[in-house]
């Protein structure tokens, strides 16, 4: 169990690793952005998808504070499953890994819920590596706002 933990968080800190030195390579990224879309924010956009979005921006900010404080309790919102169906913006936005990718991120929102007082600040960024890896795939314009989501942990 504690051999379990320590691989986690070894791999979450050669994660964020990966992130900083991808940071310092502006032009690759910025090459590849250019190849996707864009899905910027925009607060009045009227996709169902981009409603829901909204939704689970808001449900992860108003759980940020109880992850660090180790308080969160009970089960995950309904409203985040309709992830499935909501529909997007532009149909070729949402290809056929879609659905693997909207249940990892369900999964890690459930682990959250699950998670002893001491491991939800990990557990939270396990959620808020999905949004990333999600909008990195994608639509980029929202990795700037989800970036920051993310718990510091102690060295
Ligand atoms: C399964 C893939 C996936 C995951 C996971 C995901 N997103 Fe998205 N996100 C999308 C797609 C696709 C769109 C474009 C939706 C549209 O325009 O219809 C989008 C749009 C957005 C938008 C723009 C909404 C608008 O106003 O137009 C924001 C903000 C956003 N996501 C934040 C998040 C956050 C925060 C998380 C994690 C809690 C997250 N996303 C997780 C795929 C994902």
Do not use: W
Not at 11 to 26: G, S, T, Y
Not at 47 to 71: F, P, V
Request: hydrophobic letters at 35%.
């Amino acid at each position: 169990m504690a051999s379990k933990l320590l691989a986690f968080l070894l791999l979450l800190f050669f994660f964020i690793a990966c992130n900083q030195i991808k940071k310092e390579d502006d032009s690759t990224e910025q090459t590849k952005n250019d190849s996707l879309k864009t899905c910027s924010m925009n607060p009045n956009g009227q996709s169902e998808l981009a409603e829901l979005m909204r939704q689970m921006q808001g449900h992860i900010n108003s759980i940020r504070d109880a992850s660090i404080a180790g308080t969160i309790s009970g089960e995950m919102p309904d409203f985040l499953n309709t992830i499935h169906t909501a529909k997007p913006t532009d149909s070729t936005m949402v290809d056929s890994e879609f659905d693997s990718r909207a249940d990892e991120y369900l999964e890690s929102v459930k682990n959250l819920y699950h998670r002893n007082p001491e491991s939800q600040k990990i557990a939270f960024n396990t959620m808020v590596s999905k949004c990333q890896s999600c909008h990195e795939h994608y639509c980029p314009g929202p990795l700037v706002v989800i970036k920051k989501m993310y718990i510091p942990l102690q060295p």
